[in-house]
Nanobody, 123 residues
Framework: QVQLVESGGGLVQAGGSLRLSCKFS????????MGWFRQAPEKEREFVAA????????FYTASVKGRFTISRDNAKNTVYLQMNNLKPEDTAVYFC????????????????WGQGTQVTVSS
């Protein structure tokens, strides 16, 4: 059974940092591009970032570029989202996801979702 388990969310003041982690199990981790999405209250789920199978390529939505960094450690079957200079508008439930390619993730073509972790940024 495939599982994606997120951790690292919490409450942080504006300007602070958090690092989210997502542990993948049940399939070959290196076969999947990985991504992060977020969903704020009463908003649609939106794409945040994606990383390729090897970790060599990344893509970010414009609102987080320069502040967030996605990475993966295939030896640990884990994908990370380092979030710096957090803003109140970053408040959301953050979900990790696995897909065939980065392009598929950007099209919201998701094979597996994590359960989500809450990130709250206070002003």
């Amino acid at each position: 059974q495939v599982q994606l388990v997120e951790s690292g969310g919490g409450l942080v003041q504006a300007g602070g940092s958090l690092r989210l982690s997502c542990k993948f199990s049940g399939r070959t981790f290196g076969d999947y591009a990985m991504g992060w999405f977020r969903q704020a209250p009463e908003k649609e789920r939106e794409f945040v970032a994606a990383v390729s199978w090897s970790g060599d390529n990344t893509f970010y939505t414009a609102s987080v570029k320069g502040r967030f960094t996605i990475s993966r450690d295939n030896a640990k079957n884990t994908v990370y989202l380092q979030m710096n200079n957090l803003k109140p508008e970053d408040t959301a439930v953050y979900f990790c996801a696995a897909g065939n390619t980065m392009a598929a993730l950007r099209r919201y073509e998701i094979d597996y979702w994590g359960q989500g972790t809450q990130v709250t940024v206070s002003s």
